[in-house]
């Protein structure tokens, strides 16, 4: 007879295989010691690509990258107790990003709940906010054969894992397995190794002649990120409205339409904006920023081009600039949302734009486009553009914008998988990345937090097969440090990590913290509380850790670690300073805009 818990441990990995699962992550722990050892007979056979993280939160990001960058279904396997509470910040960052990430909680048997017993806890429902479905896997009981144990476990585990997908009402999202496991938790017998050894062997046979050589069907949200295909076309088509979306009064008048391109809209938005000549703003993130694409957008928006904007089609989430938002709440503006699909961040009625299914719909809303409006947004995003980056070159020290375009820059030339950590350096981002073809950007831009963003990185190395090369801030660096820790024998994705060390919480400077910080009432508070400065020494830790460090403190030792090509593991650190951010910020946007209406003038 095989182990109870042996045969728990591989029906639930069959179950996550045949549903698309290609990388399992794993954490060490002894009540998930049987899913372990399946995983390892799975990832010997090759059914499986097994990654071992004894840091559970890295664990969960690293199942994050690796789902969100693929589409494909990622578990992350922990013991019980707090080691399942350490994934709820990647959970909720799959929640709200709609990523199918698989919470596998191996759990104490239901006798030990509520009774004391070491490392226990009340484990389901745990993440019932965040994951679209869960399920409690009680050990099957002393009847019934081994097969008609399996097609129990095998039944119960359907309905969560069919939630990964989502359908017409719900988005894409994280679930969780909850596997409560009585001992032994080990194999015991000869049966117990010819079990695992062929199931692993039947497995990777079966998936062998199943699993298909491209993208899966399942995307890690609405509009899919790698690689990134456009919108089927019963959905780029659309149905007719069934009533006009414009005013009848204003229907035939040329309109003044931007097409707002936030994160994960996907390069369909570019395309929608291109074939009907209207102006494309587009987050790095959106996946849309290629070719035509308005440079330095944000510092159009409060010129007199920009007050001329009436409708805005809205793809995706827009998540980066308070002058955005105050666009969609402009009174005159119509915002129209493009929405295939439910959206894991939206709930109906939250919010007042008109939302559409298709872009035919959004095309019907836009109407005629006034002559001459994208030469004016192009020539005009141009001439900021440009004024930005002879400001930034006047400089006498490197700035953000030089490491945030060297980075996008050499992202297109090499074809690198782009990760984008938060706060200030995907502004940066924003301000001046060109593409003539779109780079492949991933930033958890759910709740926008800078935990796991090494991890994430890894993930996204790990699931894609491609170099991957990633900016973060200092801060956003050493939250995750961890996320260095690779044991011996485990595959290492080709990561280059650029990280912008400046000493501190830089993206403070730029919000009314940075301008009370002035008052010298408030200065000490605001460089403690919100500066955080720390004295933590980049190249020591990556010694500690064994990852290769470059220091880039100028333009040519910036230059020349952006040539280098994205083999193996390493960082790239720069020195800036954070005092002079605030000036720096607000000139830059004074300068662009500046510039821009002297184009129009």
Known sequence: MITPSILTATTVLRALAERGMRHLVVSPGSRSAPLAYAAAAAHASGALNVHVRIDERDAAFTALGAARSTGHPCAVLTTSGTAVGELLPAVMEASHAGVPVVVLSADRPPELRGTGANQTTRQPGMFSTFV???????????????????????????????????????????????????????????????????WARELAAELRGTRPDGPSDLTAHPWSVLPEPFLPAELSTGSAPTAPLRDSSTASAPSHPVVFAGDGAGRAAARFAREHGIPLLAEPSSNAREGEAIASYESLLDTTLGRQIDIVVLVGRPTLSRAVSALLRRPGVQVVAVRPDPAPWFEPGRRPETEVRGFAEAASAVGPVAEGWLSAWRGAGDAADAAVLRYAD???????????????????RDGSVLVVGSSTVVRDVDLVARADSPVPVIANRGLAGIDGTVATA??????????????????????????????????????????????????FQTLEHGGLGLDERYTAAVERFFGTPHRAGVAQLCAAYGVEHVRAASATELTAAMAAPVVGHRVVEVPLERDTLREFNRTVHAVGARAAENFLK
């Open 132 to 198: 679209r479905a869960e399920v409690d896997v009680l050990p099957p009981g002393g009847t019934g054969t081994e097969a008609e144990q399996r097609a129990e476990i095998a039944a119960a585990l359907q309905p969560p894992l069919a939630a990964l997908a989502g359908d017409g009402e719900t988005a894409p999202g994280p679930v969780q397995l909850n596997i409560a496991l009585r001992d032994p938790l080990y194999p015991v017998s000869d049966e117990d190794h010819e079990h695992l050894k062929d």
């Open 394 to 412: 006047d400089q006498e020290q490197l700035t953000r914008l030089h490491v945030a375009r060297a980075v996008w820059d050499a992202s297109c």
């Open 458 to 507: 890894h993930g996204v190395g790990l699931g894609t097969g491609h170099p991957v090369r990633a900016v973060m801030g200092d801060l956003t660096f050493l939250h995750d440090a961890g996320g260095l820790l690779v044991g011996p024998g485990e595959q290492i994705p080709d990561v280059h990590l650029v990280v912008v060390n400046d000493s501190g919480g830089g993206i």
